[in-house]
């Protein structure tokens, strides 16, 4: 099994590819993988370079030293926001707008199934990001939380529309309203964990479901990403002709062609991505 190293222009994320699985780390255990501008930065750019790497069929988000993202950088936050200068209402809103679409939202168009493999906390932006991944594997010790509330703030990184998603508004609001701290258990009730395994197993149990997905052709798991985010937000006849789009379109690639061979020959299919 080969590894290769992918440079991300910053020692805050770390990056390597094996078996056309990548596993991004993010870095910065002394402030527990918290984002700042740098990272966030590296992050968007390391995004769209994978998003865009044919040898790359499934990510893996998580955190180093017992942490997944402990959220914005509290204490270089607004400054960075600022850029340096004075605070400017409009131009900071624009810098997270920025932020938000490059990475968080990125993150979960991606055209590529994600996992995050969440060995601790996971807060504020942080929680975010993990909701952003279209799959989470927790360690027992692991948990999320939204955070904002206790230092005055609203939210941001659309944690309230992902959130709201996967457990219903009501919750969603109590979640966000209490700062509920949510325990990989409860996160596993209430579906916003795939897999709960404990913390020796999760790096393990995070690249034996990866691996298991990128056993099947990339076209497919791109298409069924945006099926399944599409079924989100519009009707089932949108739904349905869309479906119908990317169905003919995997139909007549190289890779069902091989999938439809090796079923008659009762044998496993190697997929090549065309």
């Not at 997270?96 to 906390?121: F, S």
């Not at 944690?159 to 409860?186: C, H, M």
Request: net charge negative.
């Amino acid at each position: 099994m080969t590894r290769r190293q992918i440079e991300t222009g910053s020692t805050l994320v770390l990056c390597e590819v094996s078996n056309h699985v990548a596993t991004i780390t993010l870095n910065n255990p002394e402030k527990r993988n918290a984002m700042s501008g740098n990272m966030t930065d590296a992050l968007s750019h390391l995004l769209l370079a994978l998003d865009l790497d044919p040898e790359v069929w499934v990510l893996i988000l998580t955190g180093a030293a017992g942490a997944f993202c402990a959220g914005g950088d509290v204490s270089s936050m607004g400054g960075a926001l600022a850029g340096g200068t004075d605070p400017d209402t409009d131009a900071m809103i624009r810098r997270l707008r920025h932020a938000q679409e490059t990475v968080g939202l990125r993150l979960y168009n991606l055209g590529k199934p994600t996992i995050a493999a969440l060995p601790g906390a996971a807060a504020g932006a942080g929680m975010s990001l993990a909701l952003a991944c279209d799959l989470r594997v927790m360690a027992d010790s692991a948990f999320l939380l939204p955070a904002f509330g206790a230092i005055g703030l609203s939210g941001d990184f659309g944690g309230t529309w992902l959130l709201s998603q996967l457990v219903g508004p009501s919750r969603a609001k109590e979640i966000y309203f209490t700062n509920r701290r949510i325990s990989a258990p409860d996160a596993l009730a209430f579906g916003l964990a795939n897999r709960v395994v404990t913390d020796d197993d999760l790096q393990q149990a995070t690249e034996s479901l990866a691996a298991e997905m990128a056993c099947f052709a990339p076209m497919a798991l791109r298409y069924m990403k945006e099926n399944h985010n599409r079924a989100r937000v519009t009707d089932l006849q949108t739904s349905m002709e869309m479906e119908a789009d990317r169905m003919i379109r995997t139909l007549q690639s190289a890779d069902h062609a091989e999938g439809a061979r090796a079923f008659m020959e009762k044998r496993k299919p190697v997929f090549t991505g065309r």
